[in-house]
């Protein structure tokens, strides 16, 4: 009998293409005036940048997620389509 082993990164996949499609259908959603409430969402992360100056390289981070309703939904989605798979 064969068993169907299902990959952690094909579902890291799965929710980020959930995640960015969402998010960008969210964004498109807060123009149309029945579909603003998938806009709504928070943003969170590191609004500051954090610098490594090492003389002869300078490394700057900065992170930055936005969650929307229609990115949670898109997770949703993804998580559905990796069980049906």
Do not use: C, Q
């Not at 499609?21 to 603003?36: F, H, M």
């Not at 969170?44 to 981070?61: C, M, Q, R, Y």
């Not at 990115?71 to 559905?80: E, F, R, T, V, Y």
Request: aromatic share 14%.
């Amino acid at each position: 009998m064969a068993t169907k082993e299902k990959n952690f990164w094909i579902l890291l996949v799965f929710l980020l293409s959930g995640l960015v499609v969402g998010g960008l259908l969210g964004i498109l959603a807060e123009r149309v005036p029945w579909l603003w409430w998938l806009a709504y969402g928070e943003s969170f992360g590191i609004t500051t940048p954090v610098a490594l100056d090492l003389s002869v390289l300078k490394i700057t981070f900065s992170f930055m997620i936005k969650i929307n309703i229609a990115s949670i939904i898109g997770m949703a989605i993804s998580i559905w389509l990796y069980r049906k798979v």
